[in-house]
């Protein structure tokens, strides 16, 4: 969330600055302005079924997922730094330009967003298709268990099939929201109630806990290596900024 945060901000922002886009993301994703999305850490709450840490675990992950999926379609299987970068501004920006609108499950801000983040205009519409999708499904599971299954199949199977892909446009029936449900209702997880979901140790200095948590949960799961390494891209974008809003 940190790196999300950060791209709605000007350089040396104030700490009003980022109270004000820290409140503008939880609007934009559905959840309390209460929520310190600094200091929150949801994988607790969420194991034992709070909603609030639901909900924001939930959009944790439907953010990452975004991140993983859209580099995958542009970067194919080694995506560049840049790309993910890319595609934090694209949802930024969708959410300042379309806040009442904006929805990671829908295909029209993700066409919005894929557009802006360098998808093809002949592939668009497929990959937005796509990863609504999978963000469809991530937005149905009600418990950790089942949100990691969801986040397992979206940075999972459904990443590696868009980095694959010469035409994206063969995809959207195998990876309708459906069948995106299916995968994921078999798809094997790490141990949600320990510290494989709840941490990723000191080695990596963040100090974000929402994104740290979606984060530790990509390593819990047995991804294969361009989805790691996208989202190992993502991770360290998120490491630049984690000293700014923390």
């Keep these: 969330m940190t790196t999300l945060i950060s791209a709605l901000l000007p350089s040396n922002p104030t700490q009003q600055q980022i109270d004000a886009a820290s409140?503008?993301?939880?609007?934009?994703?559905?959840?309390?302005?209460?929520?310190?999305?600094?200091?929150?850490?949801?994988?607790?709450?969420?194991?034992?079924?709070?909603?609030?840490?639901?909900?924001?675990?939930?959009?944790?992950?439907?953010?990452?997922?975004t991140v993983v999926q859209l580099s995958a379609a542009v970067g194919g299987e080694d995506p560049a730094a840049a790309t993910s970068a890319a595609v934090f501004t694209a949802i930024a920006n969708a959410i300042t330009t379309?806040?009442?609108?904006?929805?990671?499950?829908?295909?029209?801000?993700?066409?919005?967003?894929?557009?802006?983040?360098?998808?093809?205009?002949?592939?668009?519409?497929?990959?937005?298709?796509?990863?609504?999708?999978?963000?469809?499904?991530?937005?149905?599971?009600?418990?950790?268990?089942?949100?990691?299954?969801?986040?397992?199949?979206?940075?999972?199977?459904?990443?590696?099939?868009?980095?694959?892909?010469?035409?994206?446009n063969t995809l959207v029936t195998t990876y309708s929201t459906a069948n995106i449900q299916t995968l994921a209702n078999?798809?094997?997880?790490?141990?949600?109630?320990?510290?494989?979901?709840?941490t990723i140790g000191?080695?990596?200095?963040?100090?974000?806990?929402?994104?740290?948590?979606?984060?530790?949960?990509i390593r819990s799961m047995a991804l294969t290596a361009t989805t790691r390494s996208a989202a190992a891209q993502a991770m360290t974008s998120s490491m630049a900024v984690s000293a700014r809003i923390s």
Excluded: K, R
């Design 23 to 65: 409140d503008q993301v939880a609007s934009a994703l559905g959840f309390s302005t209460a929520i310190n999305l600094q200091t929150f850490d949801p994988v607790p709450g969420a194991v034992t079924g709070n909603a609030d840490a639901l909900a924001v675990l939930s959009a944790a992950i439907q953010v990452q997922s």
């Design 202 to 217: 000191d080695d990596d200095d963040i100090h974000a806990p929402a994104l740290v948590a979606a984060a530790a949960m």
């Design 98 to 168: 379309a806040p009442a609108t904006f929805d990671l499950t829908s295909s029209t801000t993700m066409t919005s967003i894929a557009t802006a983040s360098g998808v093809s205009v002949d592939e668009v519409t497929a990959v937005a298709s796509i990863v609504s999708a999978a963000n469809t499904v991530v937005d149905n599971s009600t418990t950790a268990t089942t949100l990691a299954q969801a986040a397992e199949v979206a940075q999972g199977t459904t990443a590696t099939a868009l980095a694959g892909a010469t035409d994206p």
């Design 186 to 198: 078999i798809a094997p997880v790490g141990d949600v109630n320990g510290a494989q979901l709840g």
